[in-house]
């Protein structure tokens, strides 16, 4: 890292929850709601304590649920407030309808979420389930892989949201437990820097007593579409405004990011996709594997609504073999999000690539770089047979 | 009405300038109509406090309906005291 970015820094050792924490408190929010028991994840609790120790001035609000939690957030950002919220799970399968009032009256909301499964059977642990469920509510979607780009992305994440152009909400994902628990050391900016680099907040719907209007009204056949048109074009302008905001960041951070990451991809035939935690893990695997010869690459998906076309068919298109990862299934349907979000990509131009689907780690198994290495093995032979009709289950006993 | 506003044109998040309800009349949703015999009234007020829209008008204490708006819901007919107000269903 150049030692100017380095000069406006500092580095920390916290859990995952505790690096959303502290990145929140630097954006120096206005409005915290959450309910605070399970499934949260105590990313609210080191708020809490933020704000009651008088570290940061905020209104900490505690509700009865998750619903209620996005709601009073929802009316924190149209009274112009900067406001957050965080859940998991069950929760954020709770906060649905109000996932859709928070981007269709695009507000500016940043909300953390820590990955994890779904009931039935509970299940407190890791996989995307609860991600992907929110993936049609019209919220900008990241994924962060470990504490530092999940700090990272919840600074520029307010960035992104407050923008004119955008104005809608974004969730910051990161793995239950494995990032949202486990103590790593990361950078972070100083406060002067977080400070400057986001300011106040400016845009965005508000009430204003001065210049009364009607928020959240009905609007049937002759005006809905319409609206929904608009979110819609908010949506494709955030990718121009991430790309601005990743390099605005990279020049005050050292830290450089795009919407789909890299590992030797470069002369790649055969190439692994992962998201969050895995990631890592993949490229470790991927090391090994080239050692053996292997032409193999990782790309690690950072950005995933909106959807990276243009980077994704650019790169997509030039591998033999797609093996796709996936922490969550959809039953029913031919693949699993990530990999209908990628053939649907390169398909109608590009035929050369082949793809092949695995779900895996479902409700916090465990995958190893070894299990990668045998998820590998056994896509490039499916694909080269052409038996790639179906998803695959890794790690699940036969 | 003028023409209606394109997805570009149109307000952000479905917001819009406050006081279109005054615009919006919903005096064809009635089915009967309220009215006062002013013979039997006693300028109470009671209908006035009650009706929910408010579609009764008050100057002093004259009371007026406001047919633009009045829903024909009949609960200023049930709670008048001296049974002035008569619910007459609307000619089609």
């Given at each position: 890292m150049m030692a100017e970015a380095l000069?406006?820094?500092?580095?920390?050792?916290?859990?995952?929850?505790?690096?959303?924490?502290?990145?929140?408190?630097?954006?120096?929010?206005?409005?915290?709601?959450?309910?605070?028991?399970?499934?949260q994840t105590f990313v609210v609790e080191t708020l809490s304590r933020y704000v009651y120790d008088g570290e940061l001035n905020a209104k900490y609000i505690a509700v009865e649920?998750?619903?209620?939690?996005?709601?009073?957030?929802?009316?924190?950002?149209?009274?112009?407030?900067?406001?957050?919220?965080?859940?998991?799970?069950?929760?954020?399968?709770?906060m649905w309808e109000a996932l859709y009032a928070a981007s269709g009256l695009r507000l500016p909301i940043v909300m953390a979420l820590a990955a994890r499964a779904l009931s039935a059977p509970i299940n407190i642990h890791n996989d995307h389930t609860d991600f992907f469920g929110m993936r049609d509510a019209g919220w900008i979607m990241f994924n962060g892989e470990e504490a530092q780009e999940t700090y990272d992305l919840t600074i520029m994440a307010f960035k992104i949201a407050e923008d004119p152009r955008v104005l809608l909400p974004v969730v910051v994902s990161y793995d239950g437990f494995i990032v949202s628990h486990a103590i790593t050391?990361?950078?972070?900016?100083?406060?002067?820097?977080?400070?400057?680099?986001?300011g106040v907040r400016t845009t965005g719907p508000r009430i204003d007593p001065d210049n009364p209007r009607s928020i959240g009204v009905?609007?049937?056949?002759?005006?809905?579409?319409?609206?929904?048109?608009?979110?819609?074009?908010?949506?494709?302008?955030?990718?121009?405004?991430?790309?601005?905001?990743?390099?605005?960041?990279?020049?005050?951070?050292?830290?450089?990011?795009?919407?789909?990451?890299?590992?030797?991809?470069?002369?790649?035939?055969?190439?692994?996709?992962?998201?969050?935690?895995t990631v890592g893990t993949a490229r470790h695997a991927v090391k090994t594997l080239?050692?053996?010869?292997?032409?193999?690459?990782?790309?690690?998906?950072?950005q995933y609504r909106p959807w990276p076309t243009k980077?994704?068919?650019?790169?997509?298109?030039?591998?033999?073999?797609?093996?796709?990862?996936?922490?969550?299934?959809s039953p029913g349907a031919r693949a699993g999000p990530v990999y209908e979000d990628i053939a649907s990509t390169i398909y109608p131009k590009h035929r050369e690539a082949k793809m092949v689907d695995f779900t895996y780690g479902l409700g916090g198994r465990d995958i190893s770089a070894q299990g990668i290495i045998d998820i590998y093995k056994l896509g490039k032979e499916l694909v080269d047979k052409d038996k790639t009709d179906k998803v695959q289950f890794y790690g699940v006993r036969e | 009405?003028?023409?209606?506003?394109?997805?570009?044109?149109?307000?952000?998040?479905?917001?819009?300038?406050?006081?279109?309800?005054?615009?919006?009349?919903?005096?064809?949703?009635?089915?009967?109509?309220?009215?006062?015999?002013?013979?039997?009234?006693?300028?109470?007020?009671?209908?006035?406090?009650?009706?929910?829209?408010?579609?009764?008008?008050?100057?002093?204490d004259e009371v007026k309906i406001d047919y633009d708006y009045c829903?024909?819901?009949?609960?200023?007919?049930?709670e008048c005291p001296k049974k002035a107000i008569t619910m007459v269903p609307e000619e089609i």
């Open positions: 000069a406006r820094q500092h580095k920390l050792a916290l859990t995952g929850n505790d690096a959303v924490a502290y990145a929140v408190k630097q954006a120096n929010v206005d409005v915290i709601s959450a309910y605070p028991i399970t499934p649920s998750e619903h209620s939690a996005l709601s009073a957030v929802i009316g924190a950002s149209l009274a112009g407030a900067r406001a957050f919220t965080a859940t998991s799970s069950q929760g954020l399968a709770y050391n990361f950078y972070a900016l100083n406060d002067d820097v977080v400070k400057e680099f986001l009905l609007a049937l056949q002759d005006s809905y579409f319409e609206f929904r048109r608009q979110q819609y074009e908010a949506m494709e302008n955030a990718r121009q405004v991430i790309k601005e905001v990743f390099k605005k960041y990279g020049e005050t951070s050292g830290r450089n990011y795009a919407p789909l990451k890299e590992y030797m991809t470069d002369d790649a035939e055969t190439c692994i996709v992962a998201m969050g935690s080239r050692e053996k010869g292997e032409k193999a690459g990782v790309v690690g998906i950072l980077e994704a068919e650019q790169l997509f298109s030039r591998f033999k073999r797609i093996i796709v990862m996936e922490k969550a299934m | 009405m003028s023409t209606l506003a394109t997805w570009r044109e149109i307000d952000l998040g479905g917001s819009v300038a406050g006081g279109t309800s005054e615009k919006y009349k919903t005096g064809n949703w009635r089915v009967e109509k309220p009215v006062i015999d002013y013979e039997k009234c006693i300028r109470c007020l009671i209908c006035w406090l009650y009706c929910p829209e408010p579609a009764i008008l008050r100057t002093g829903k024909g819901c009949g609960i200023c007919a049930e």
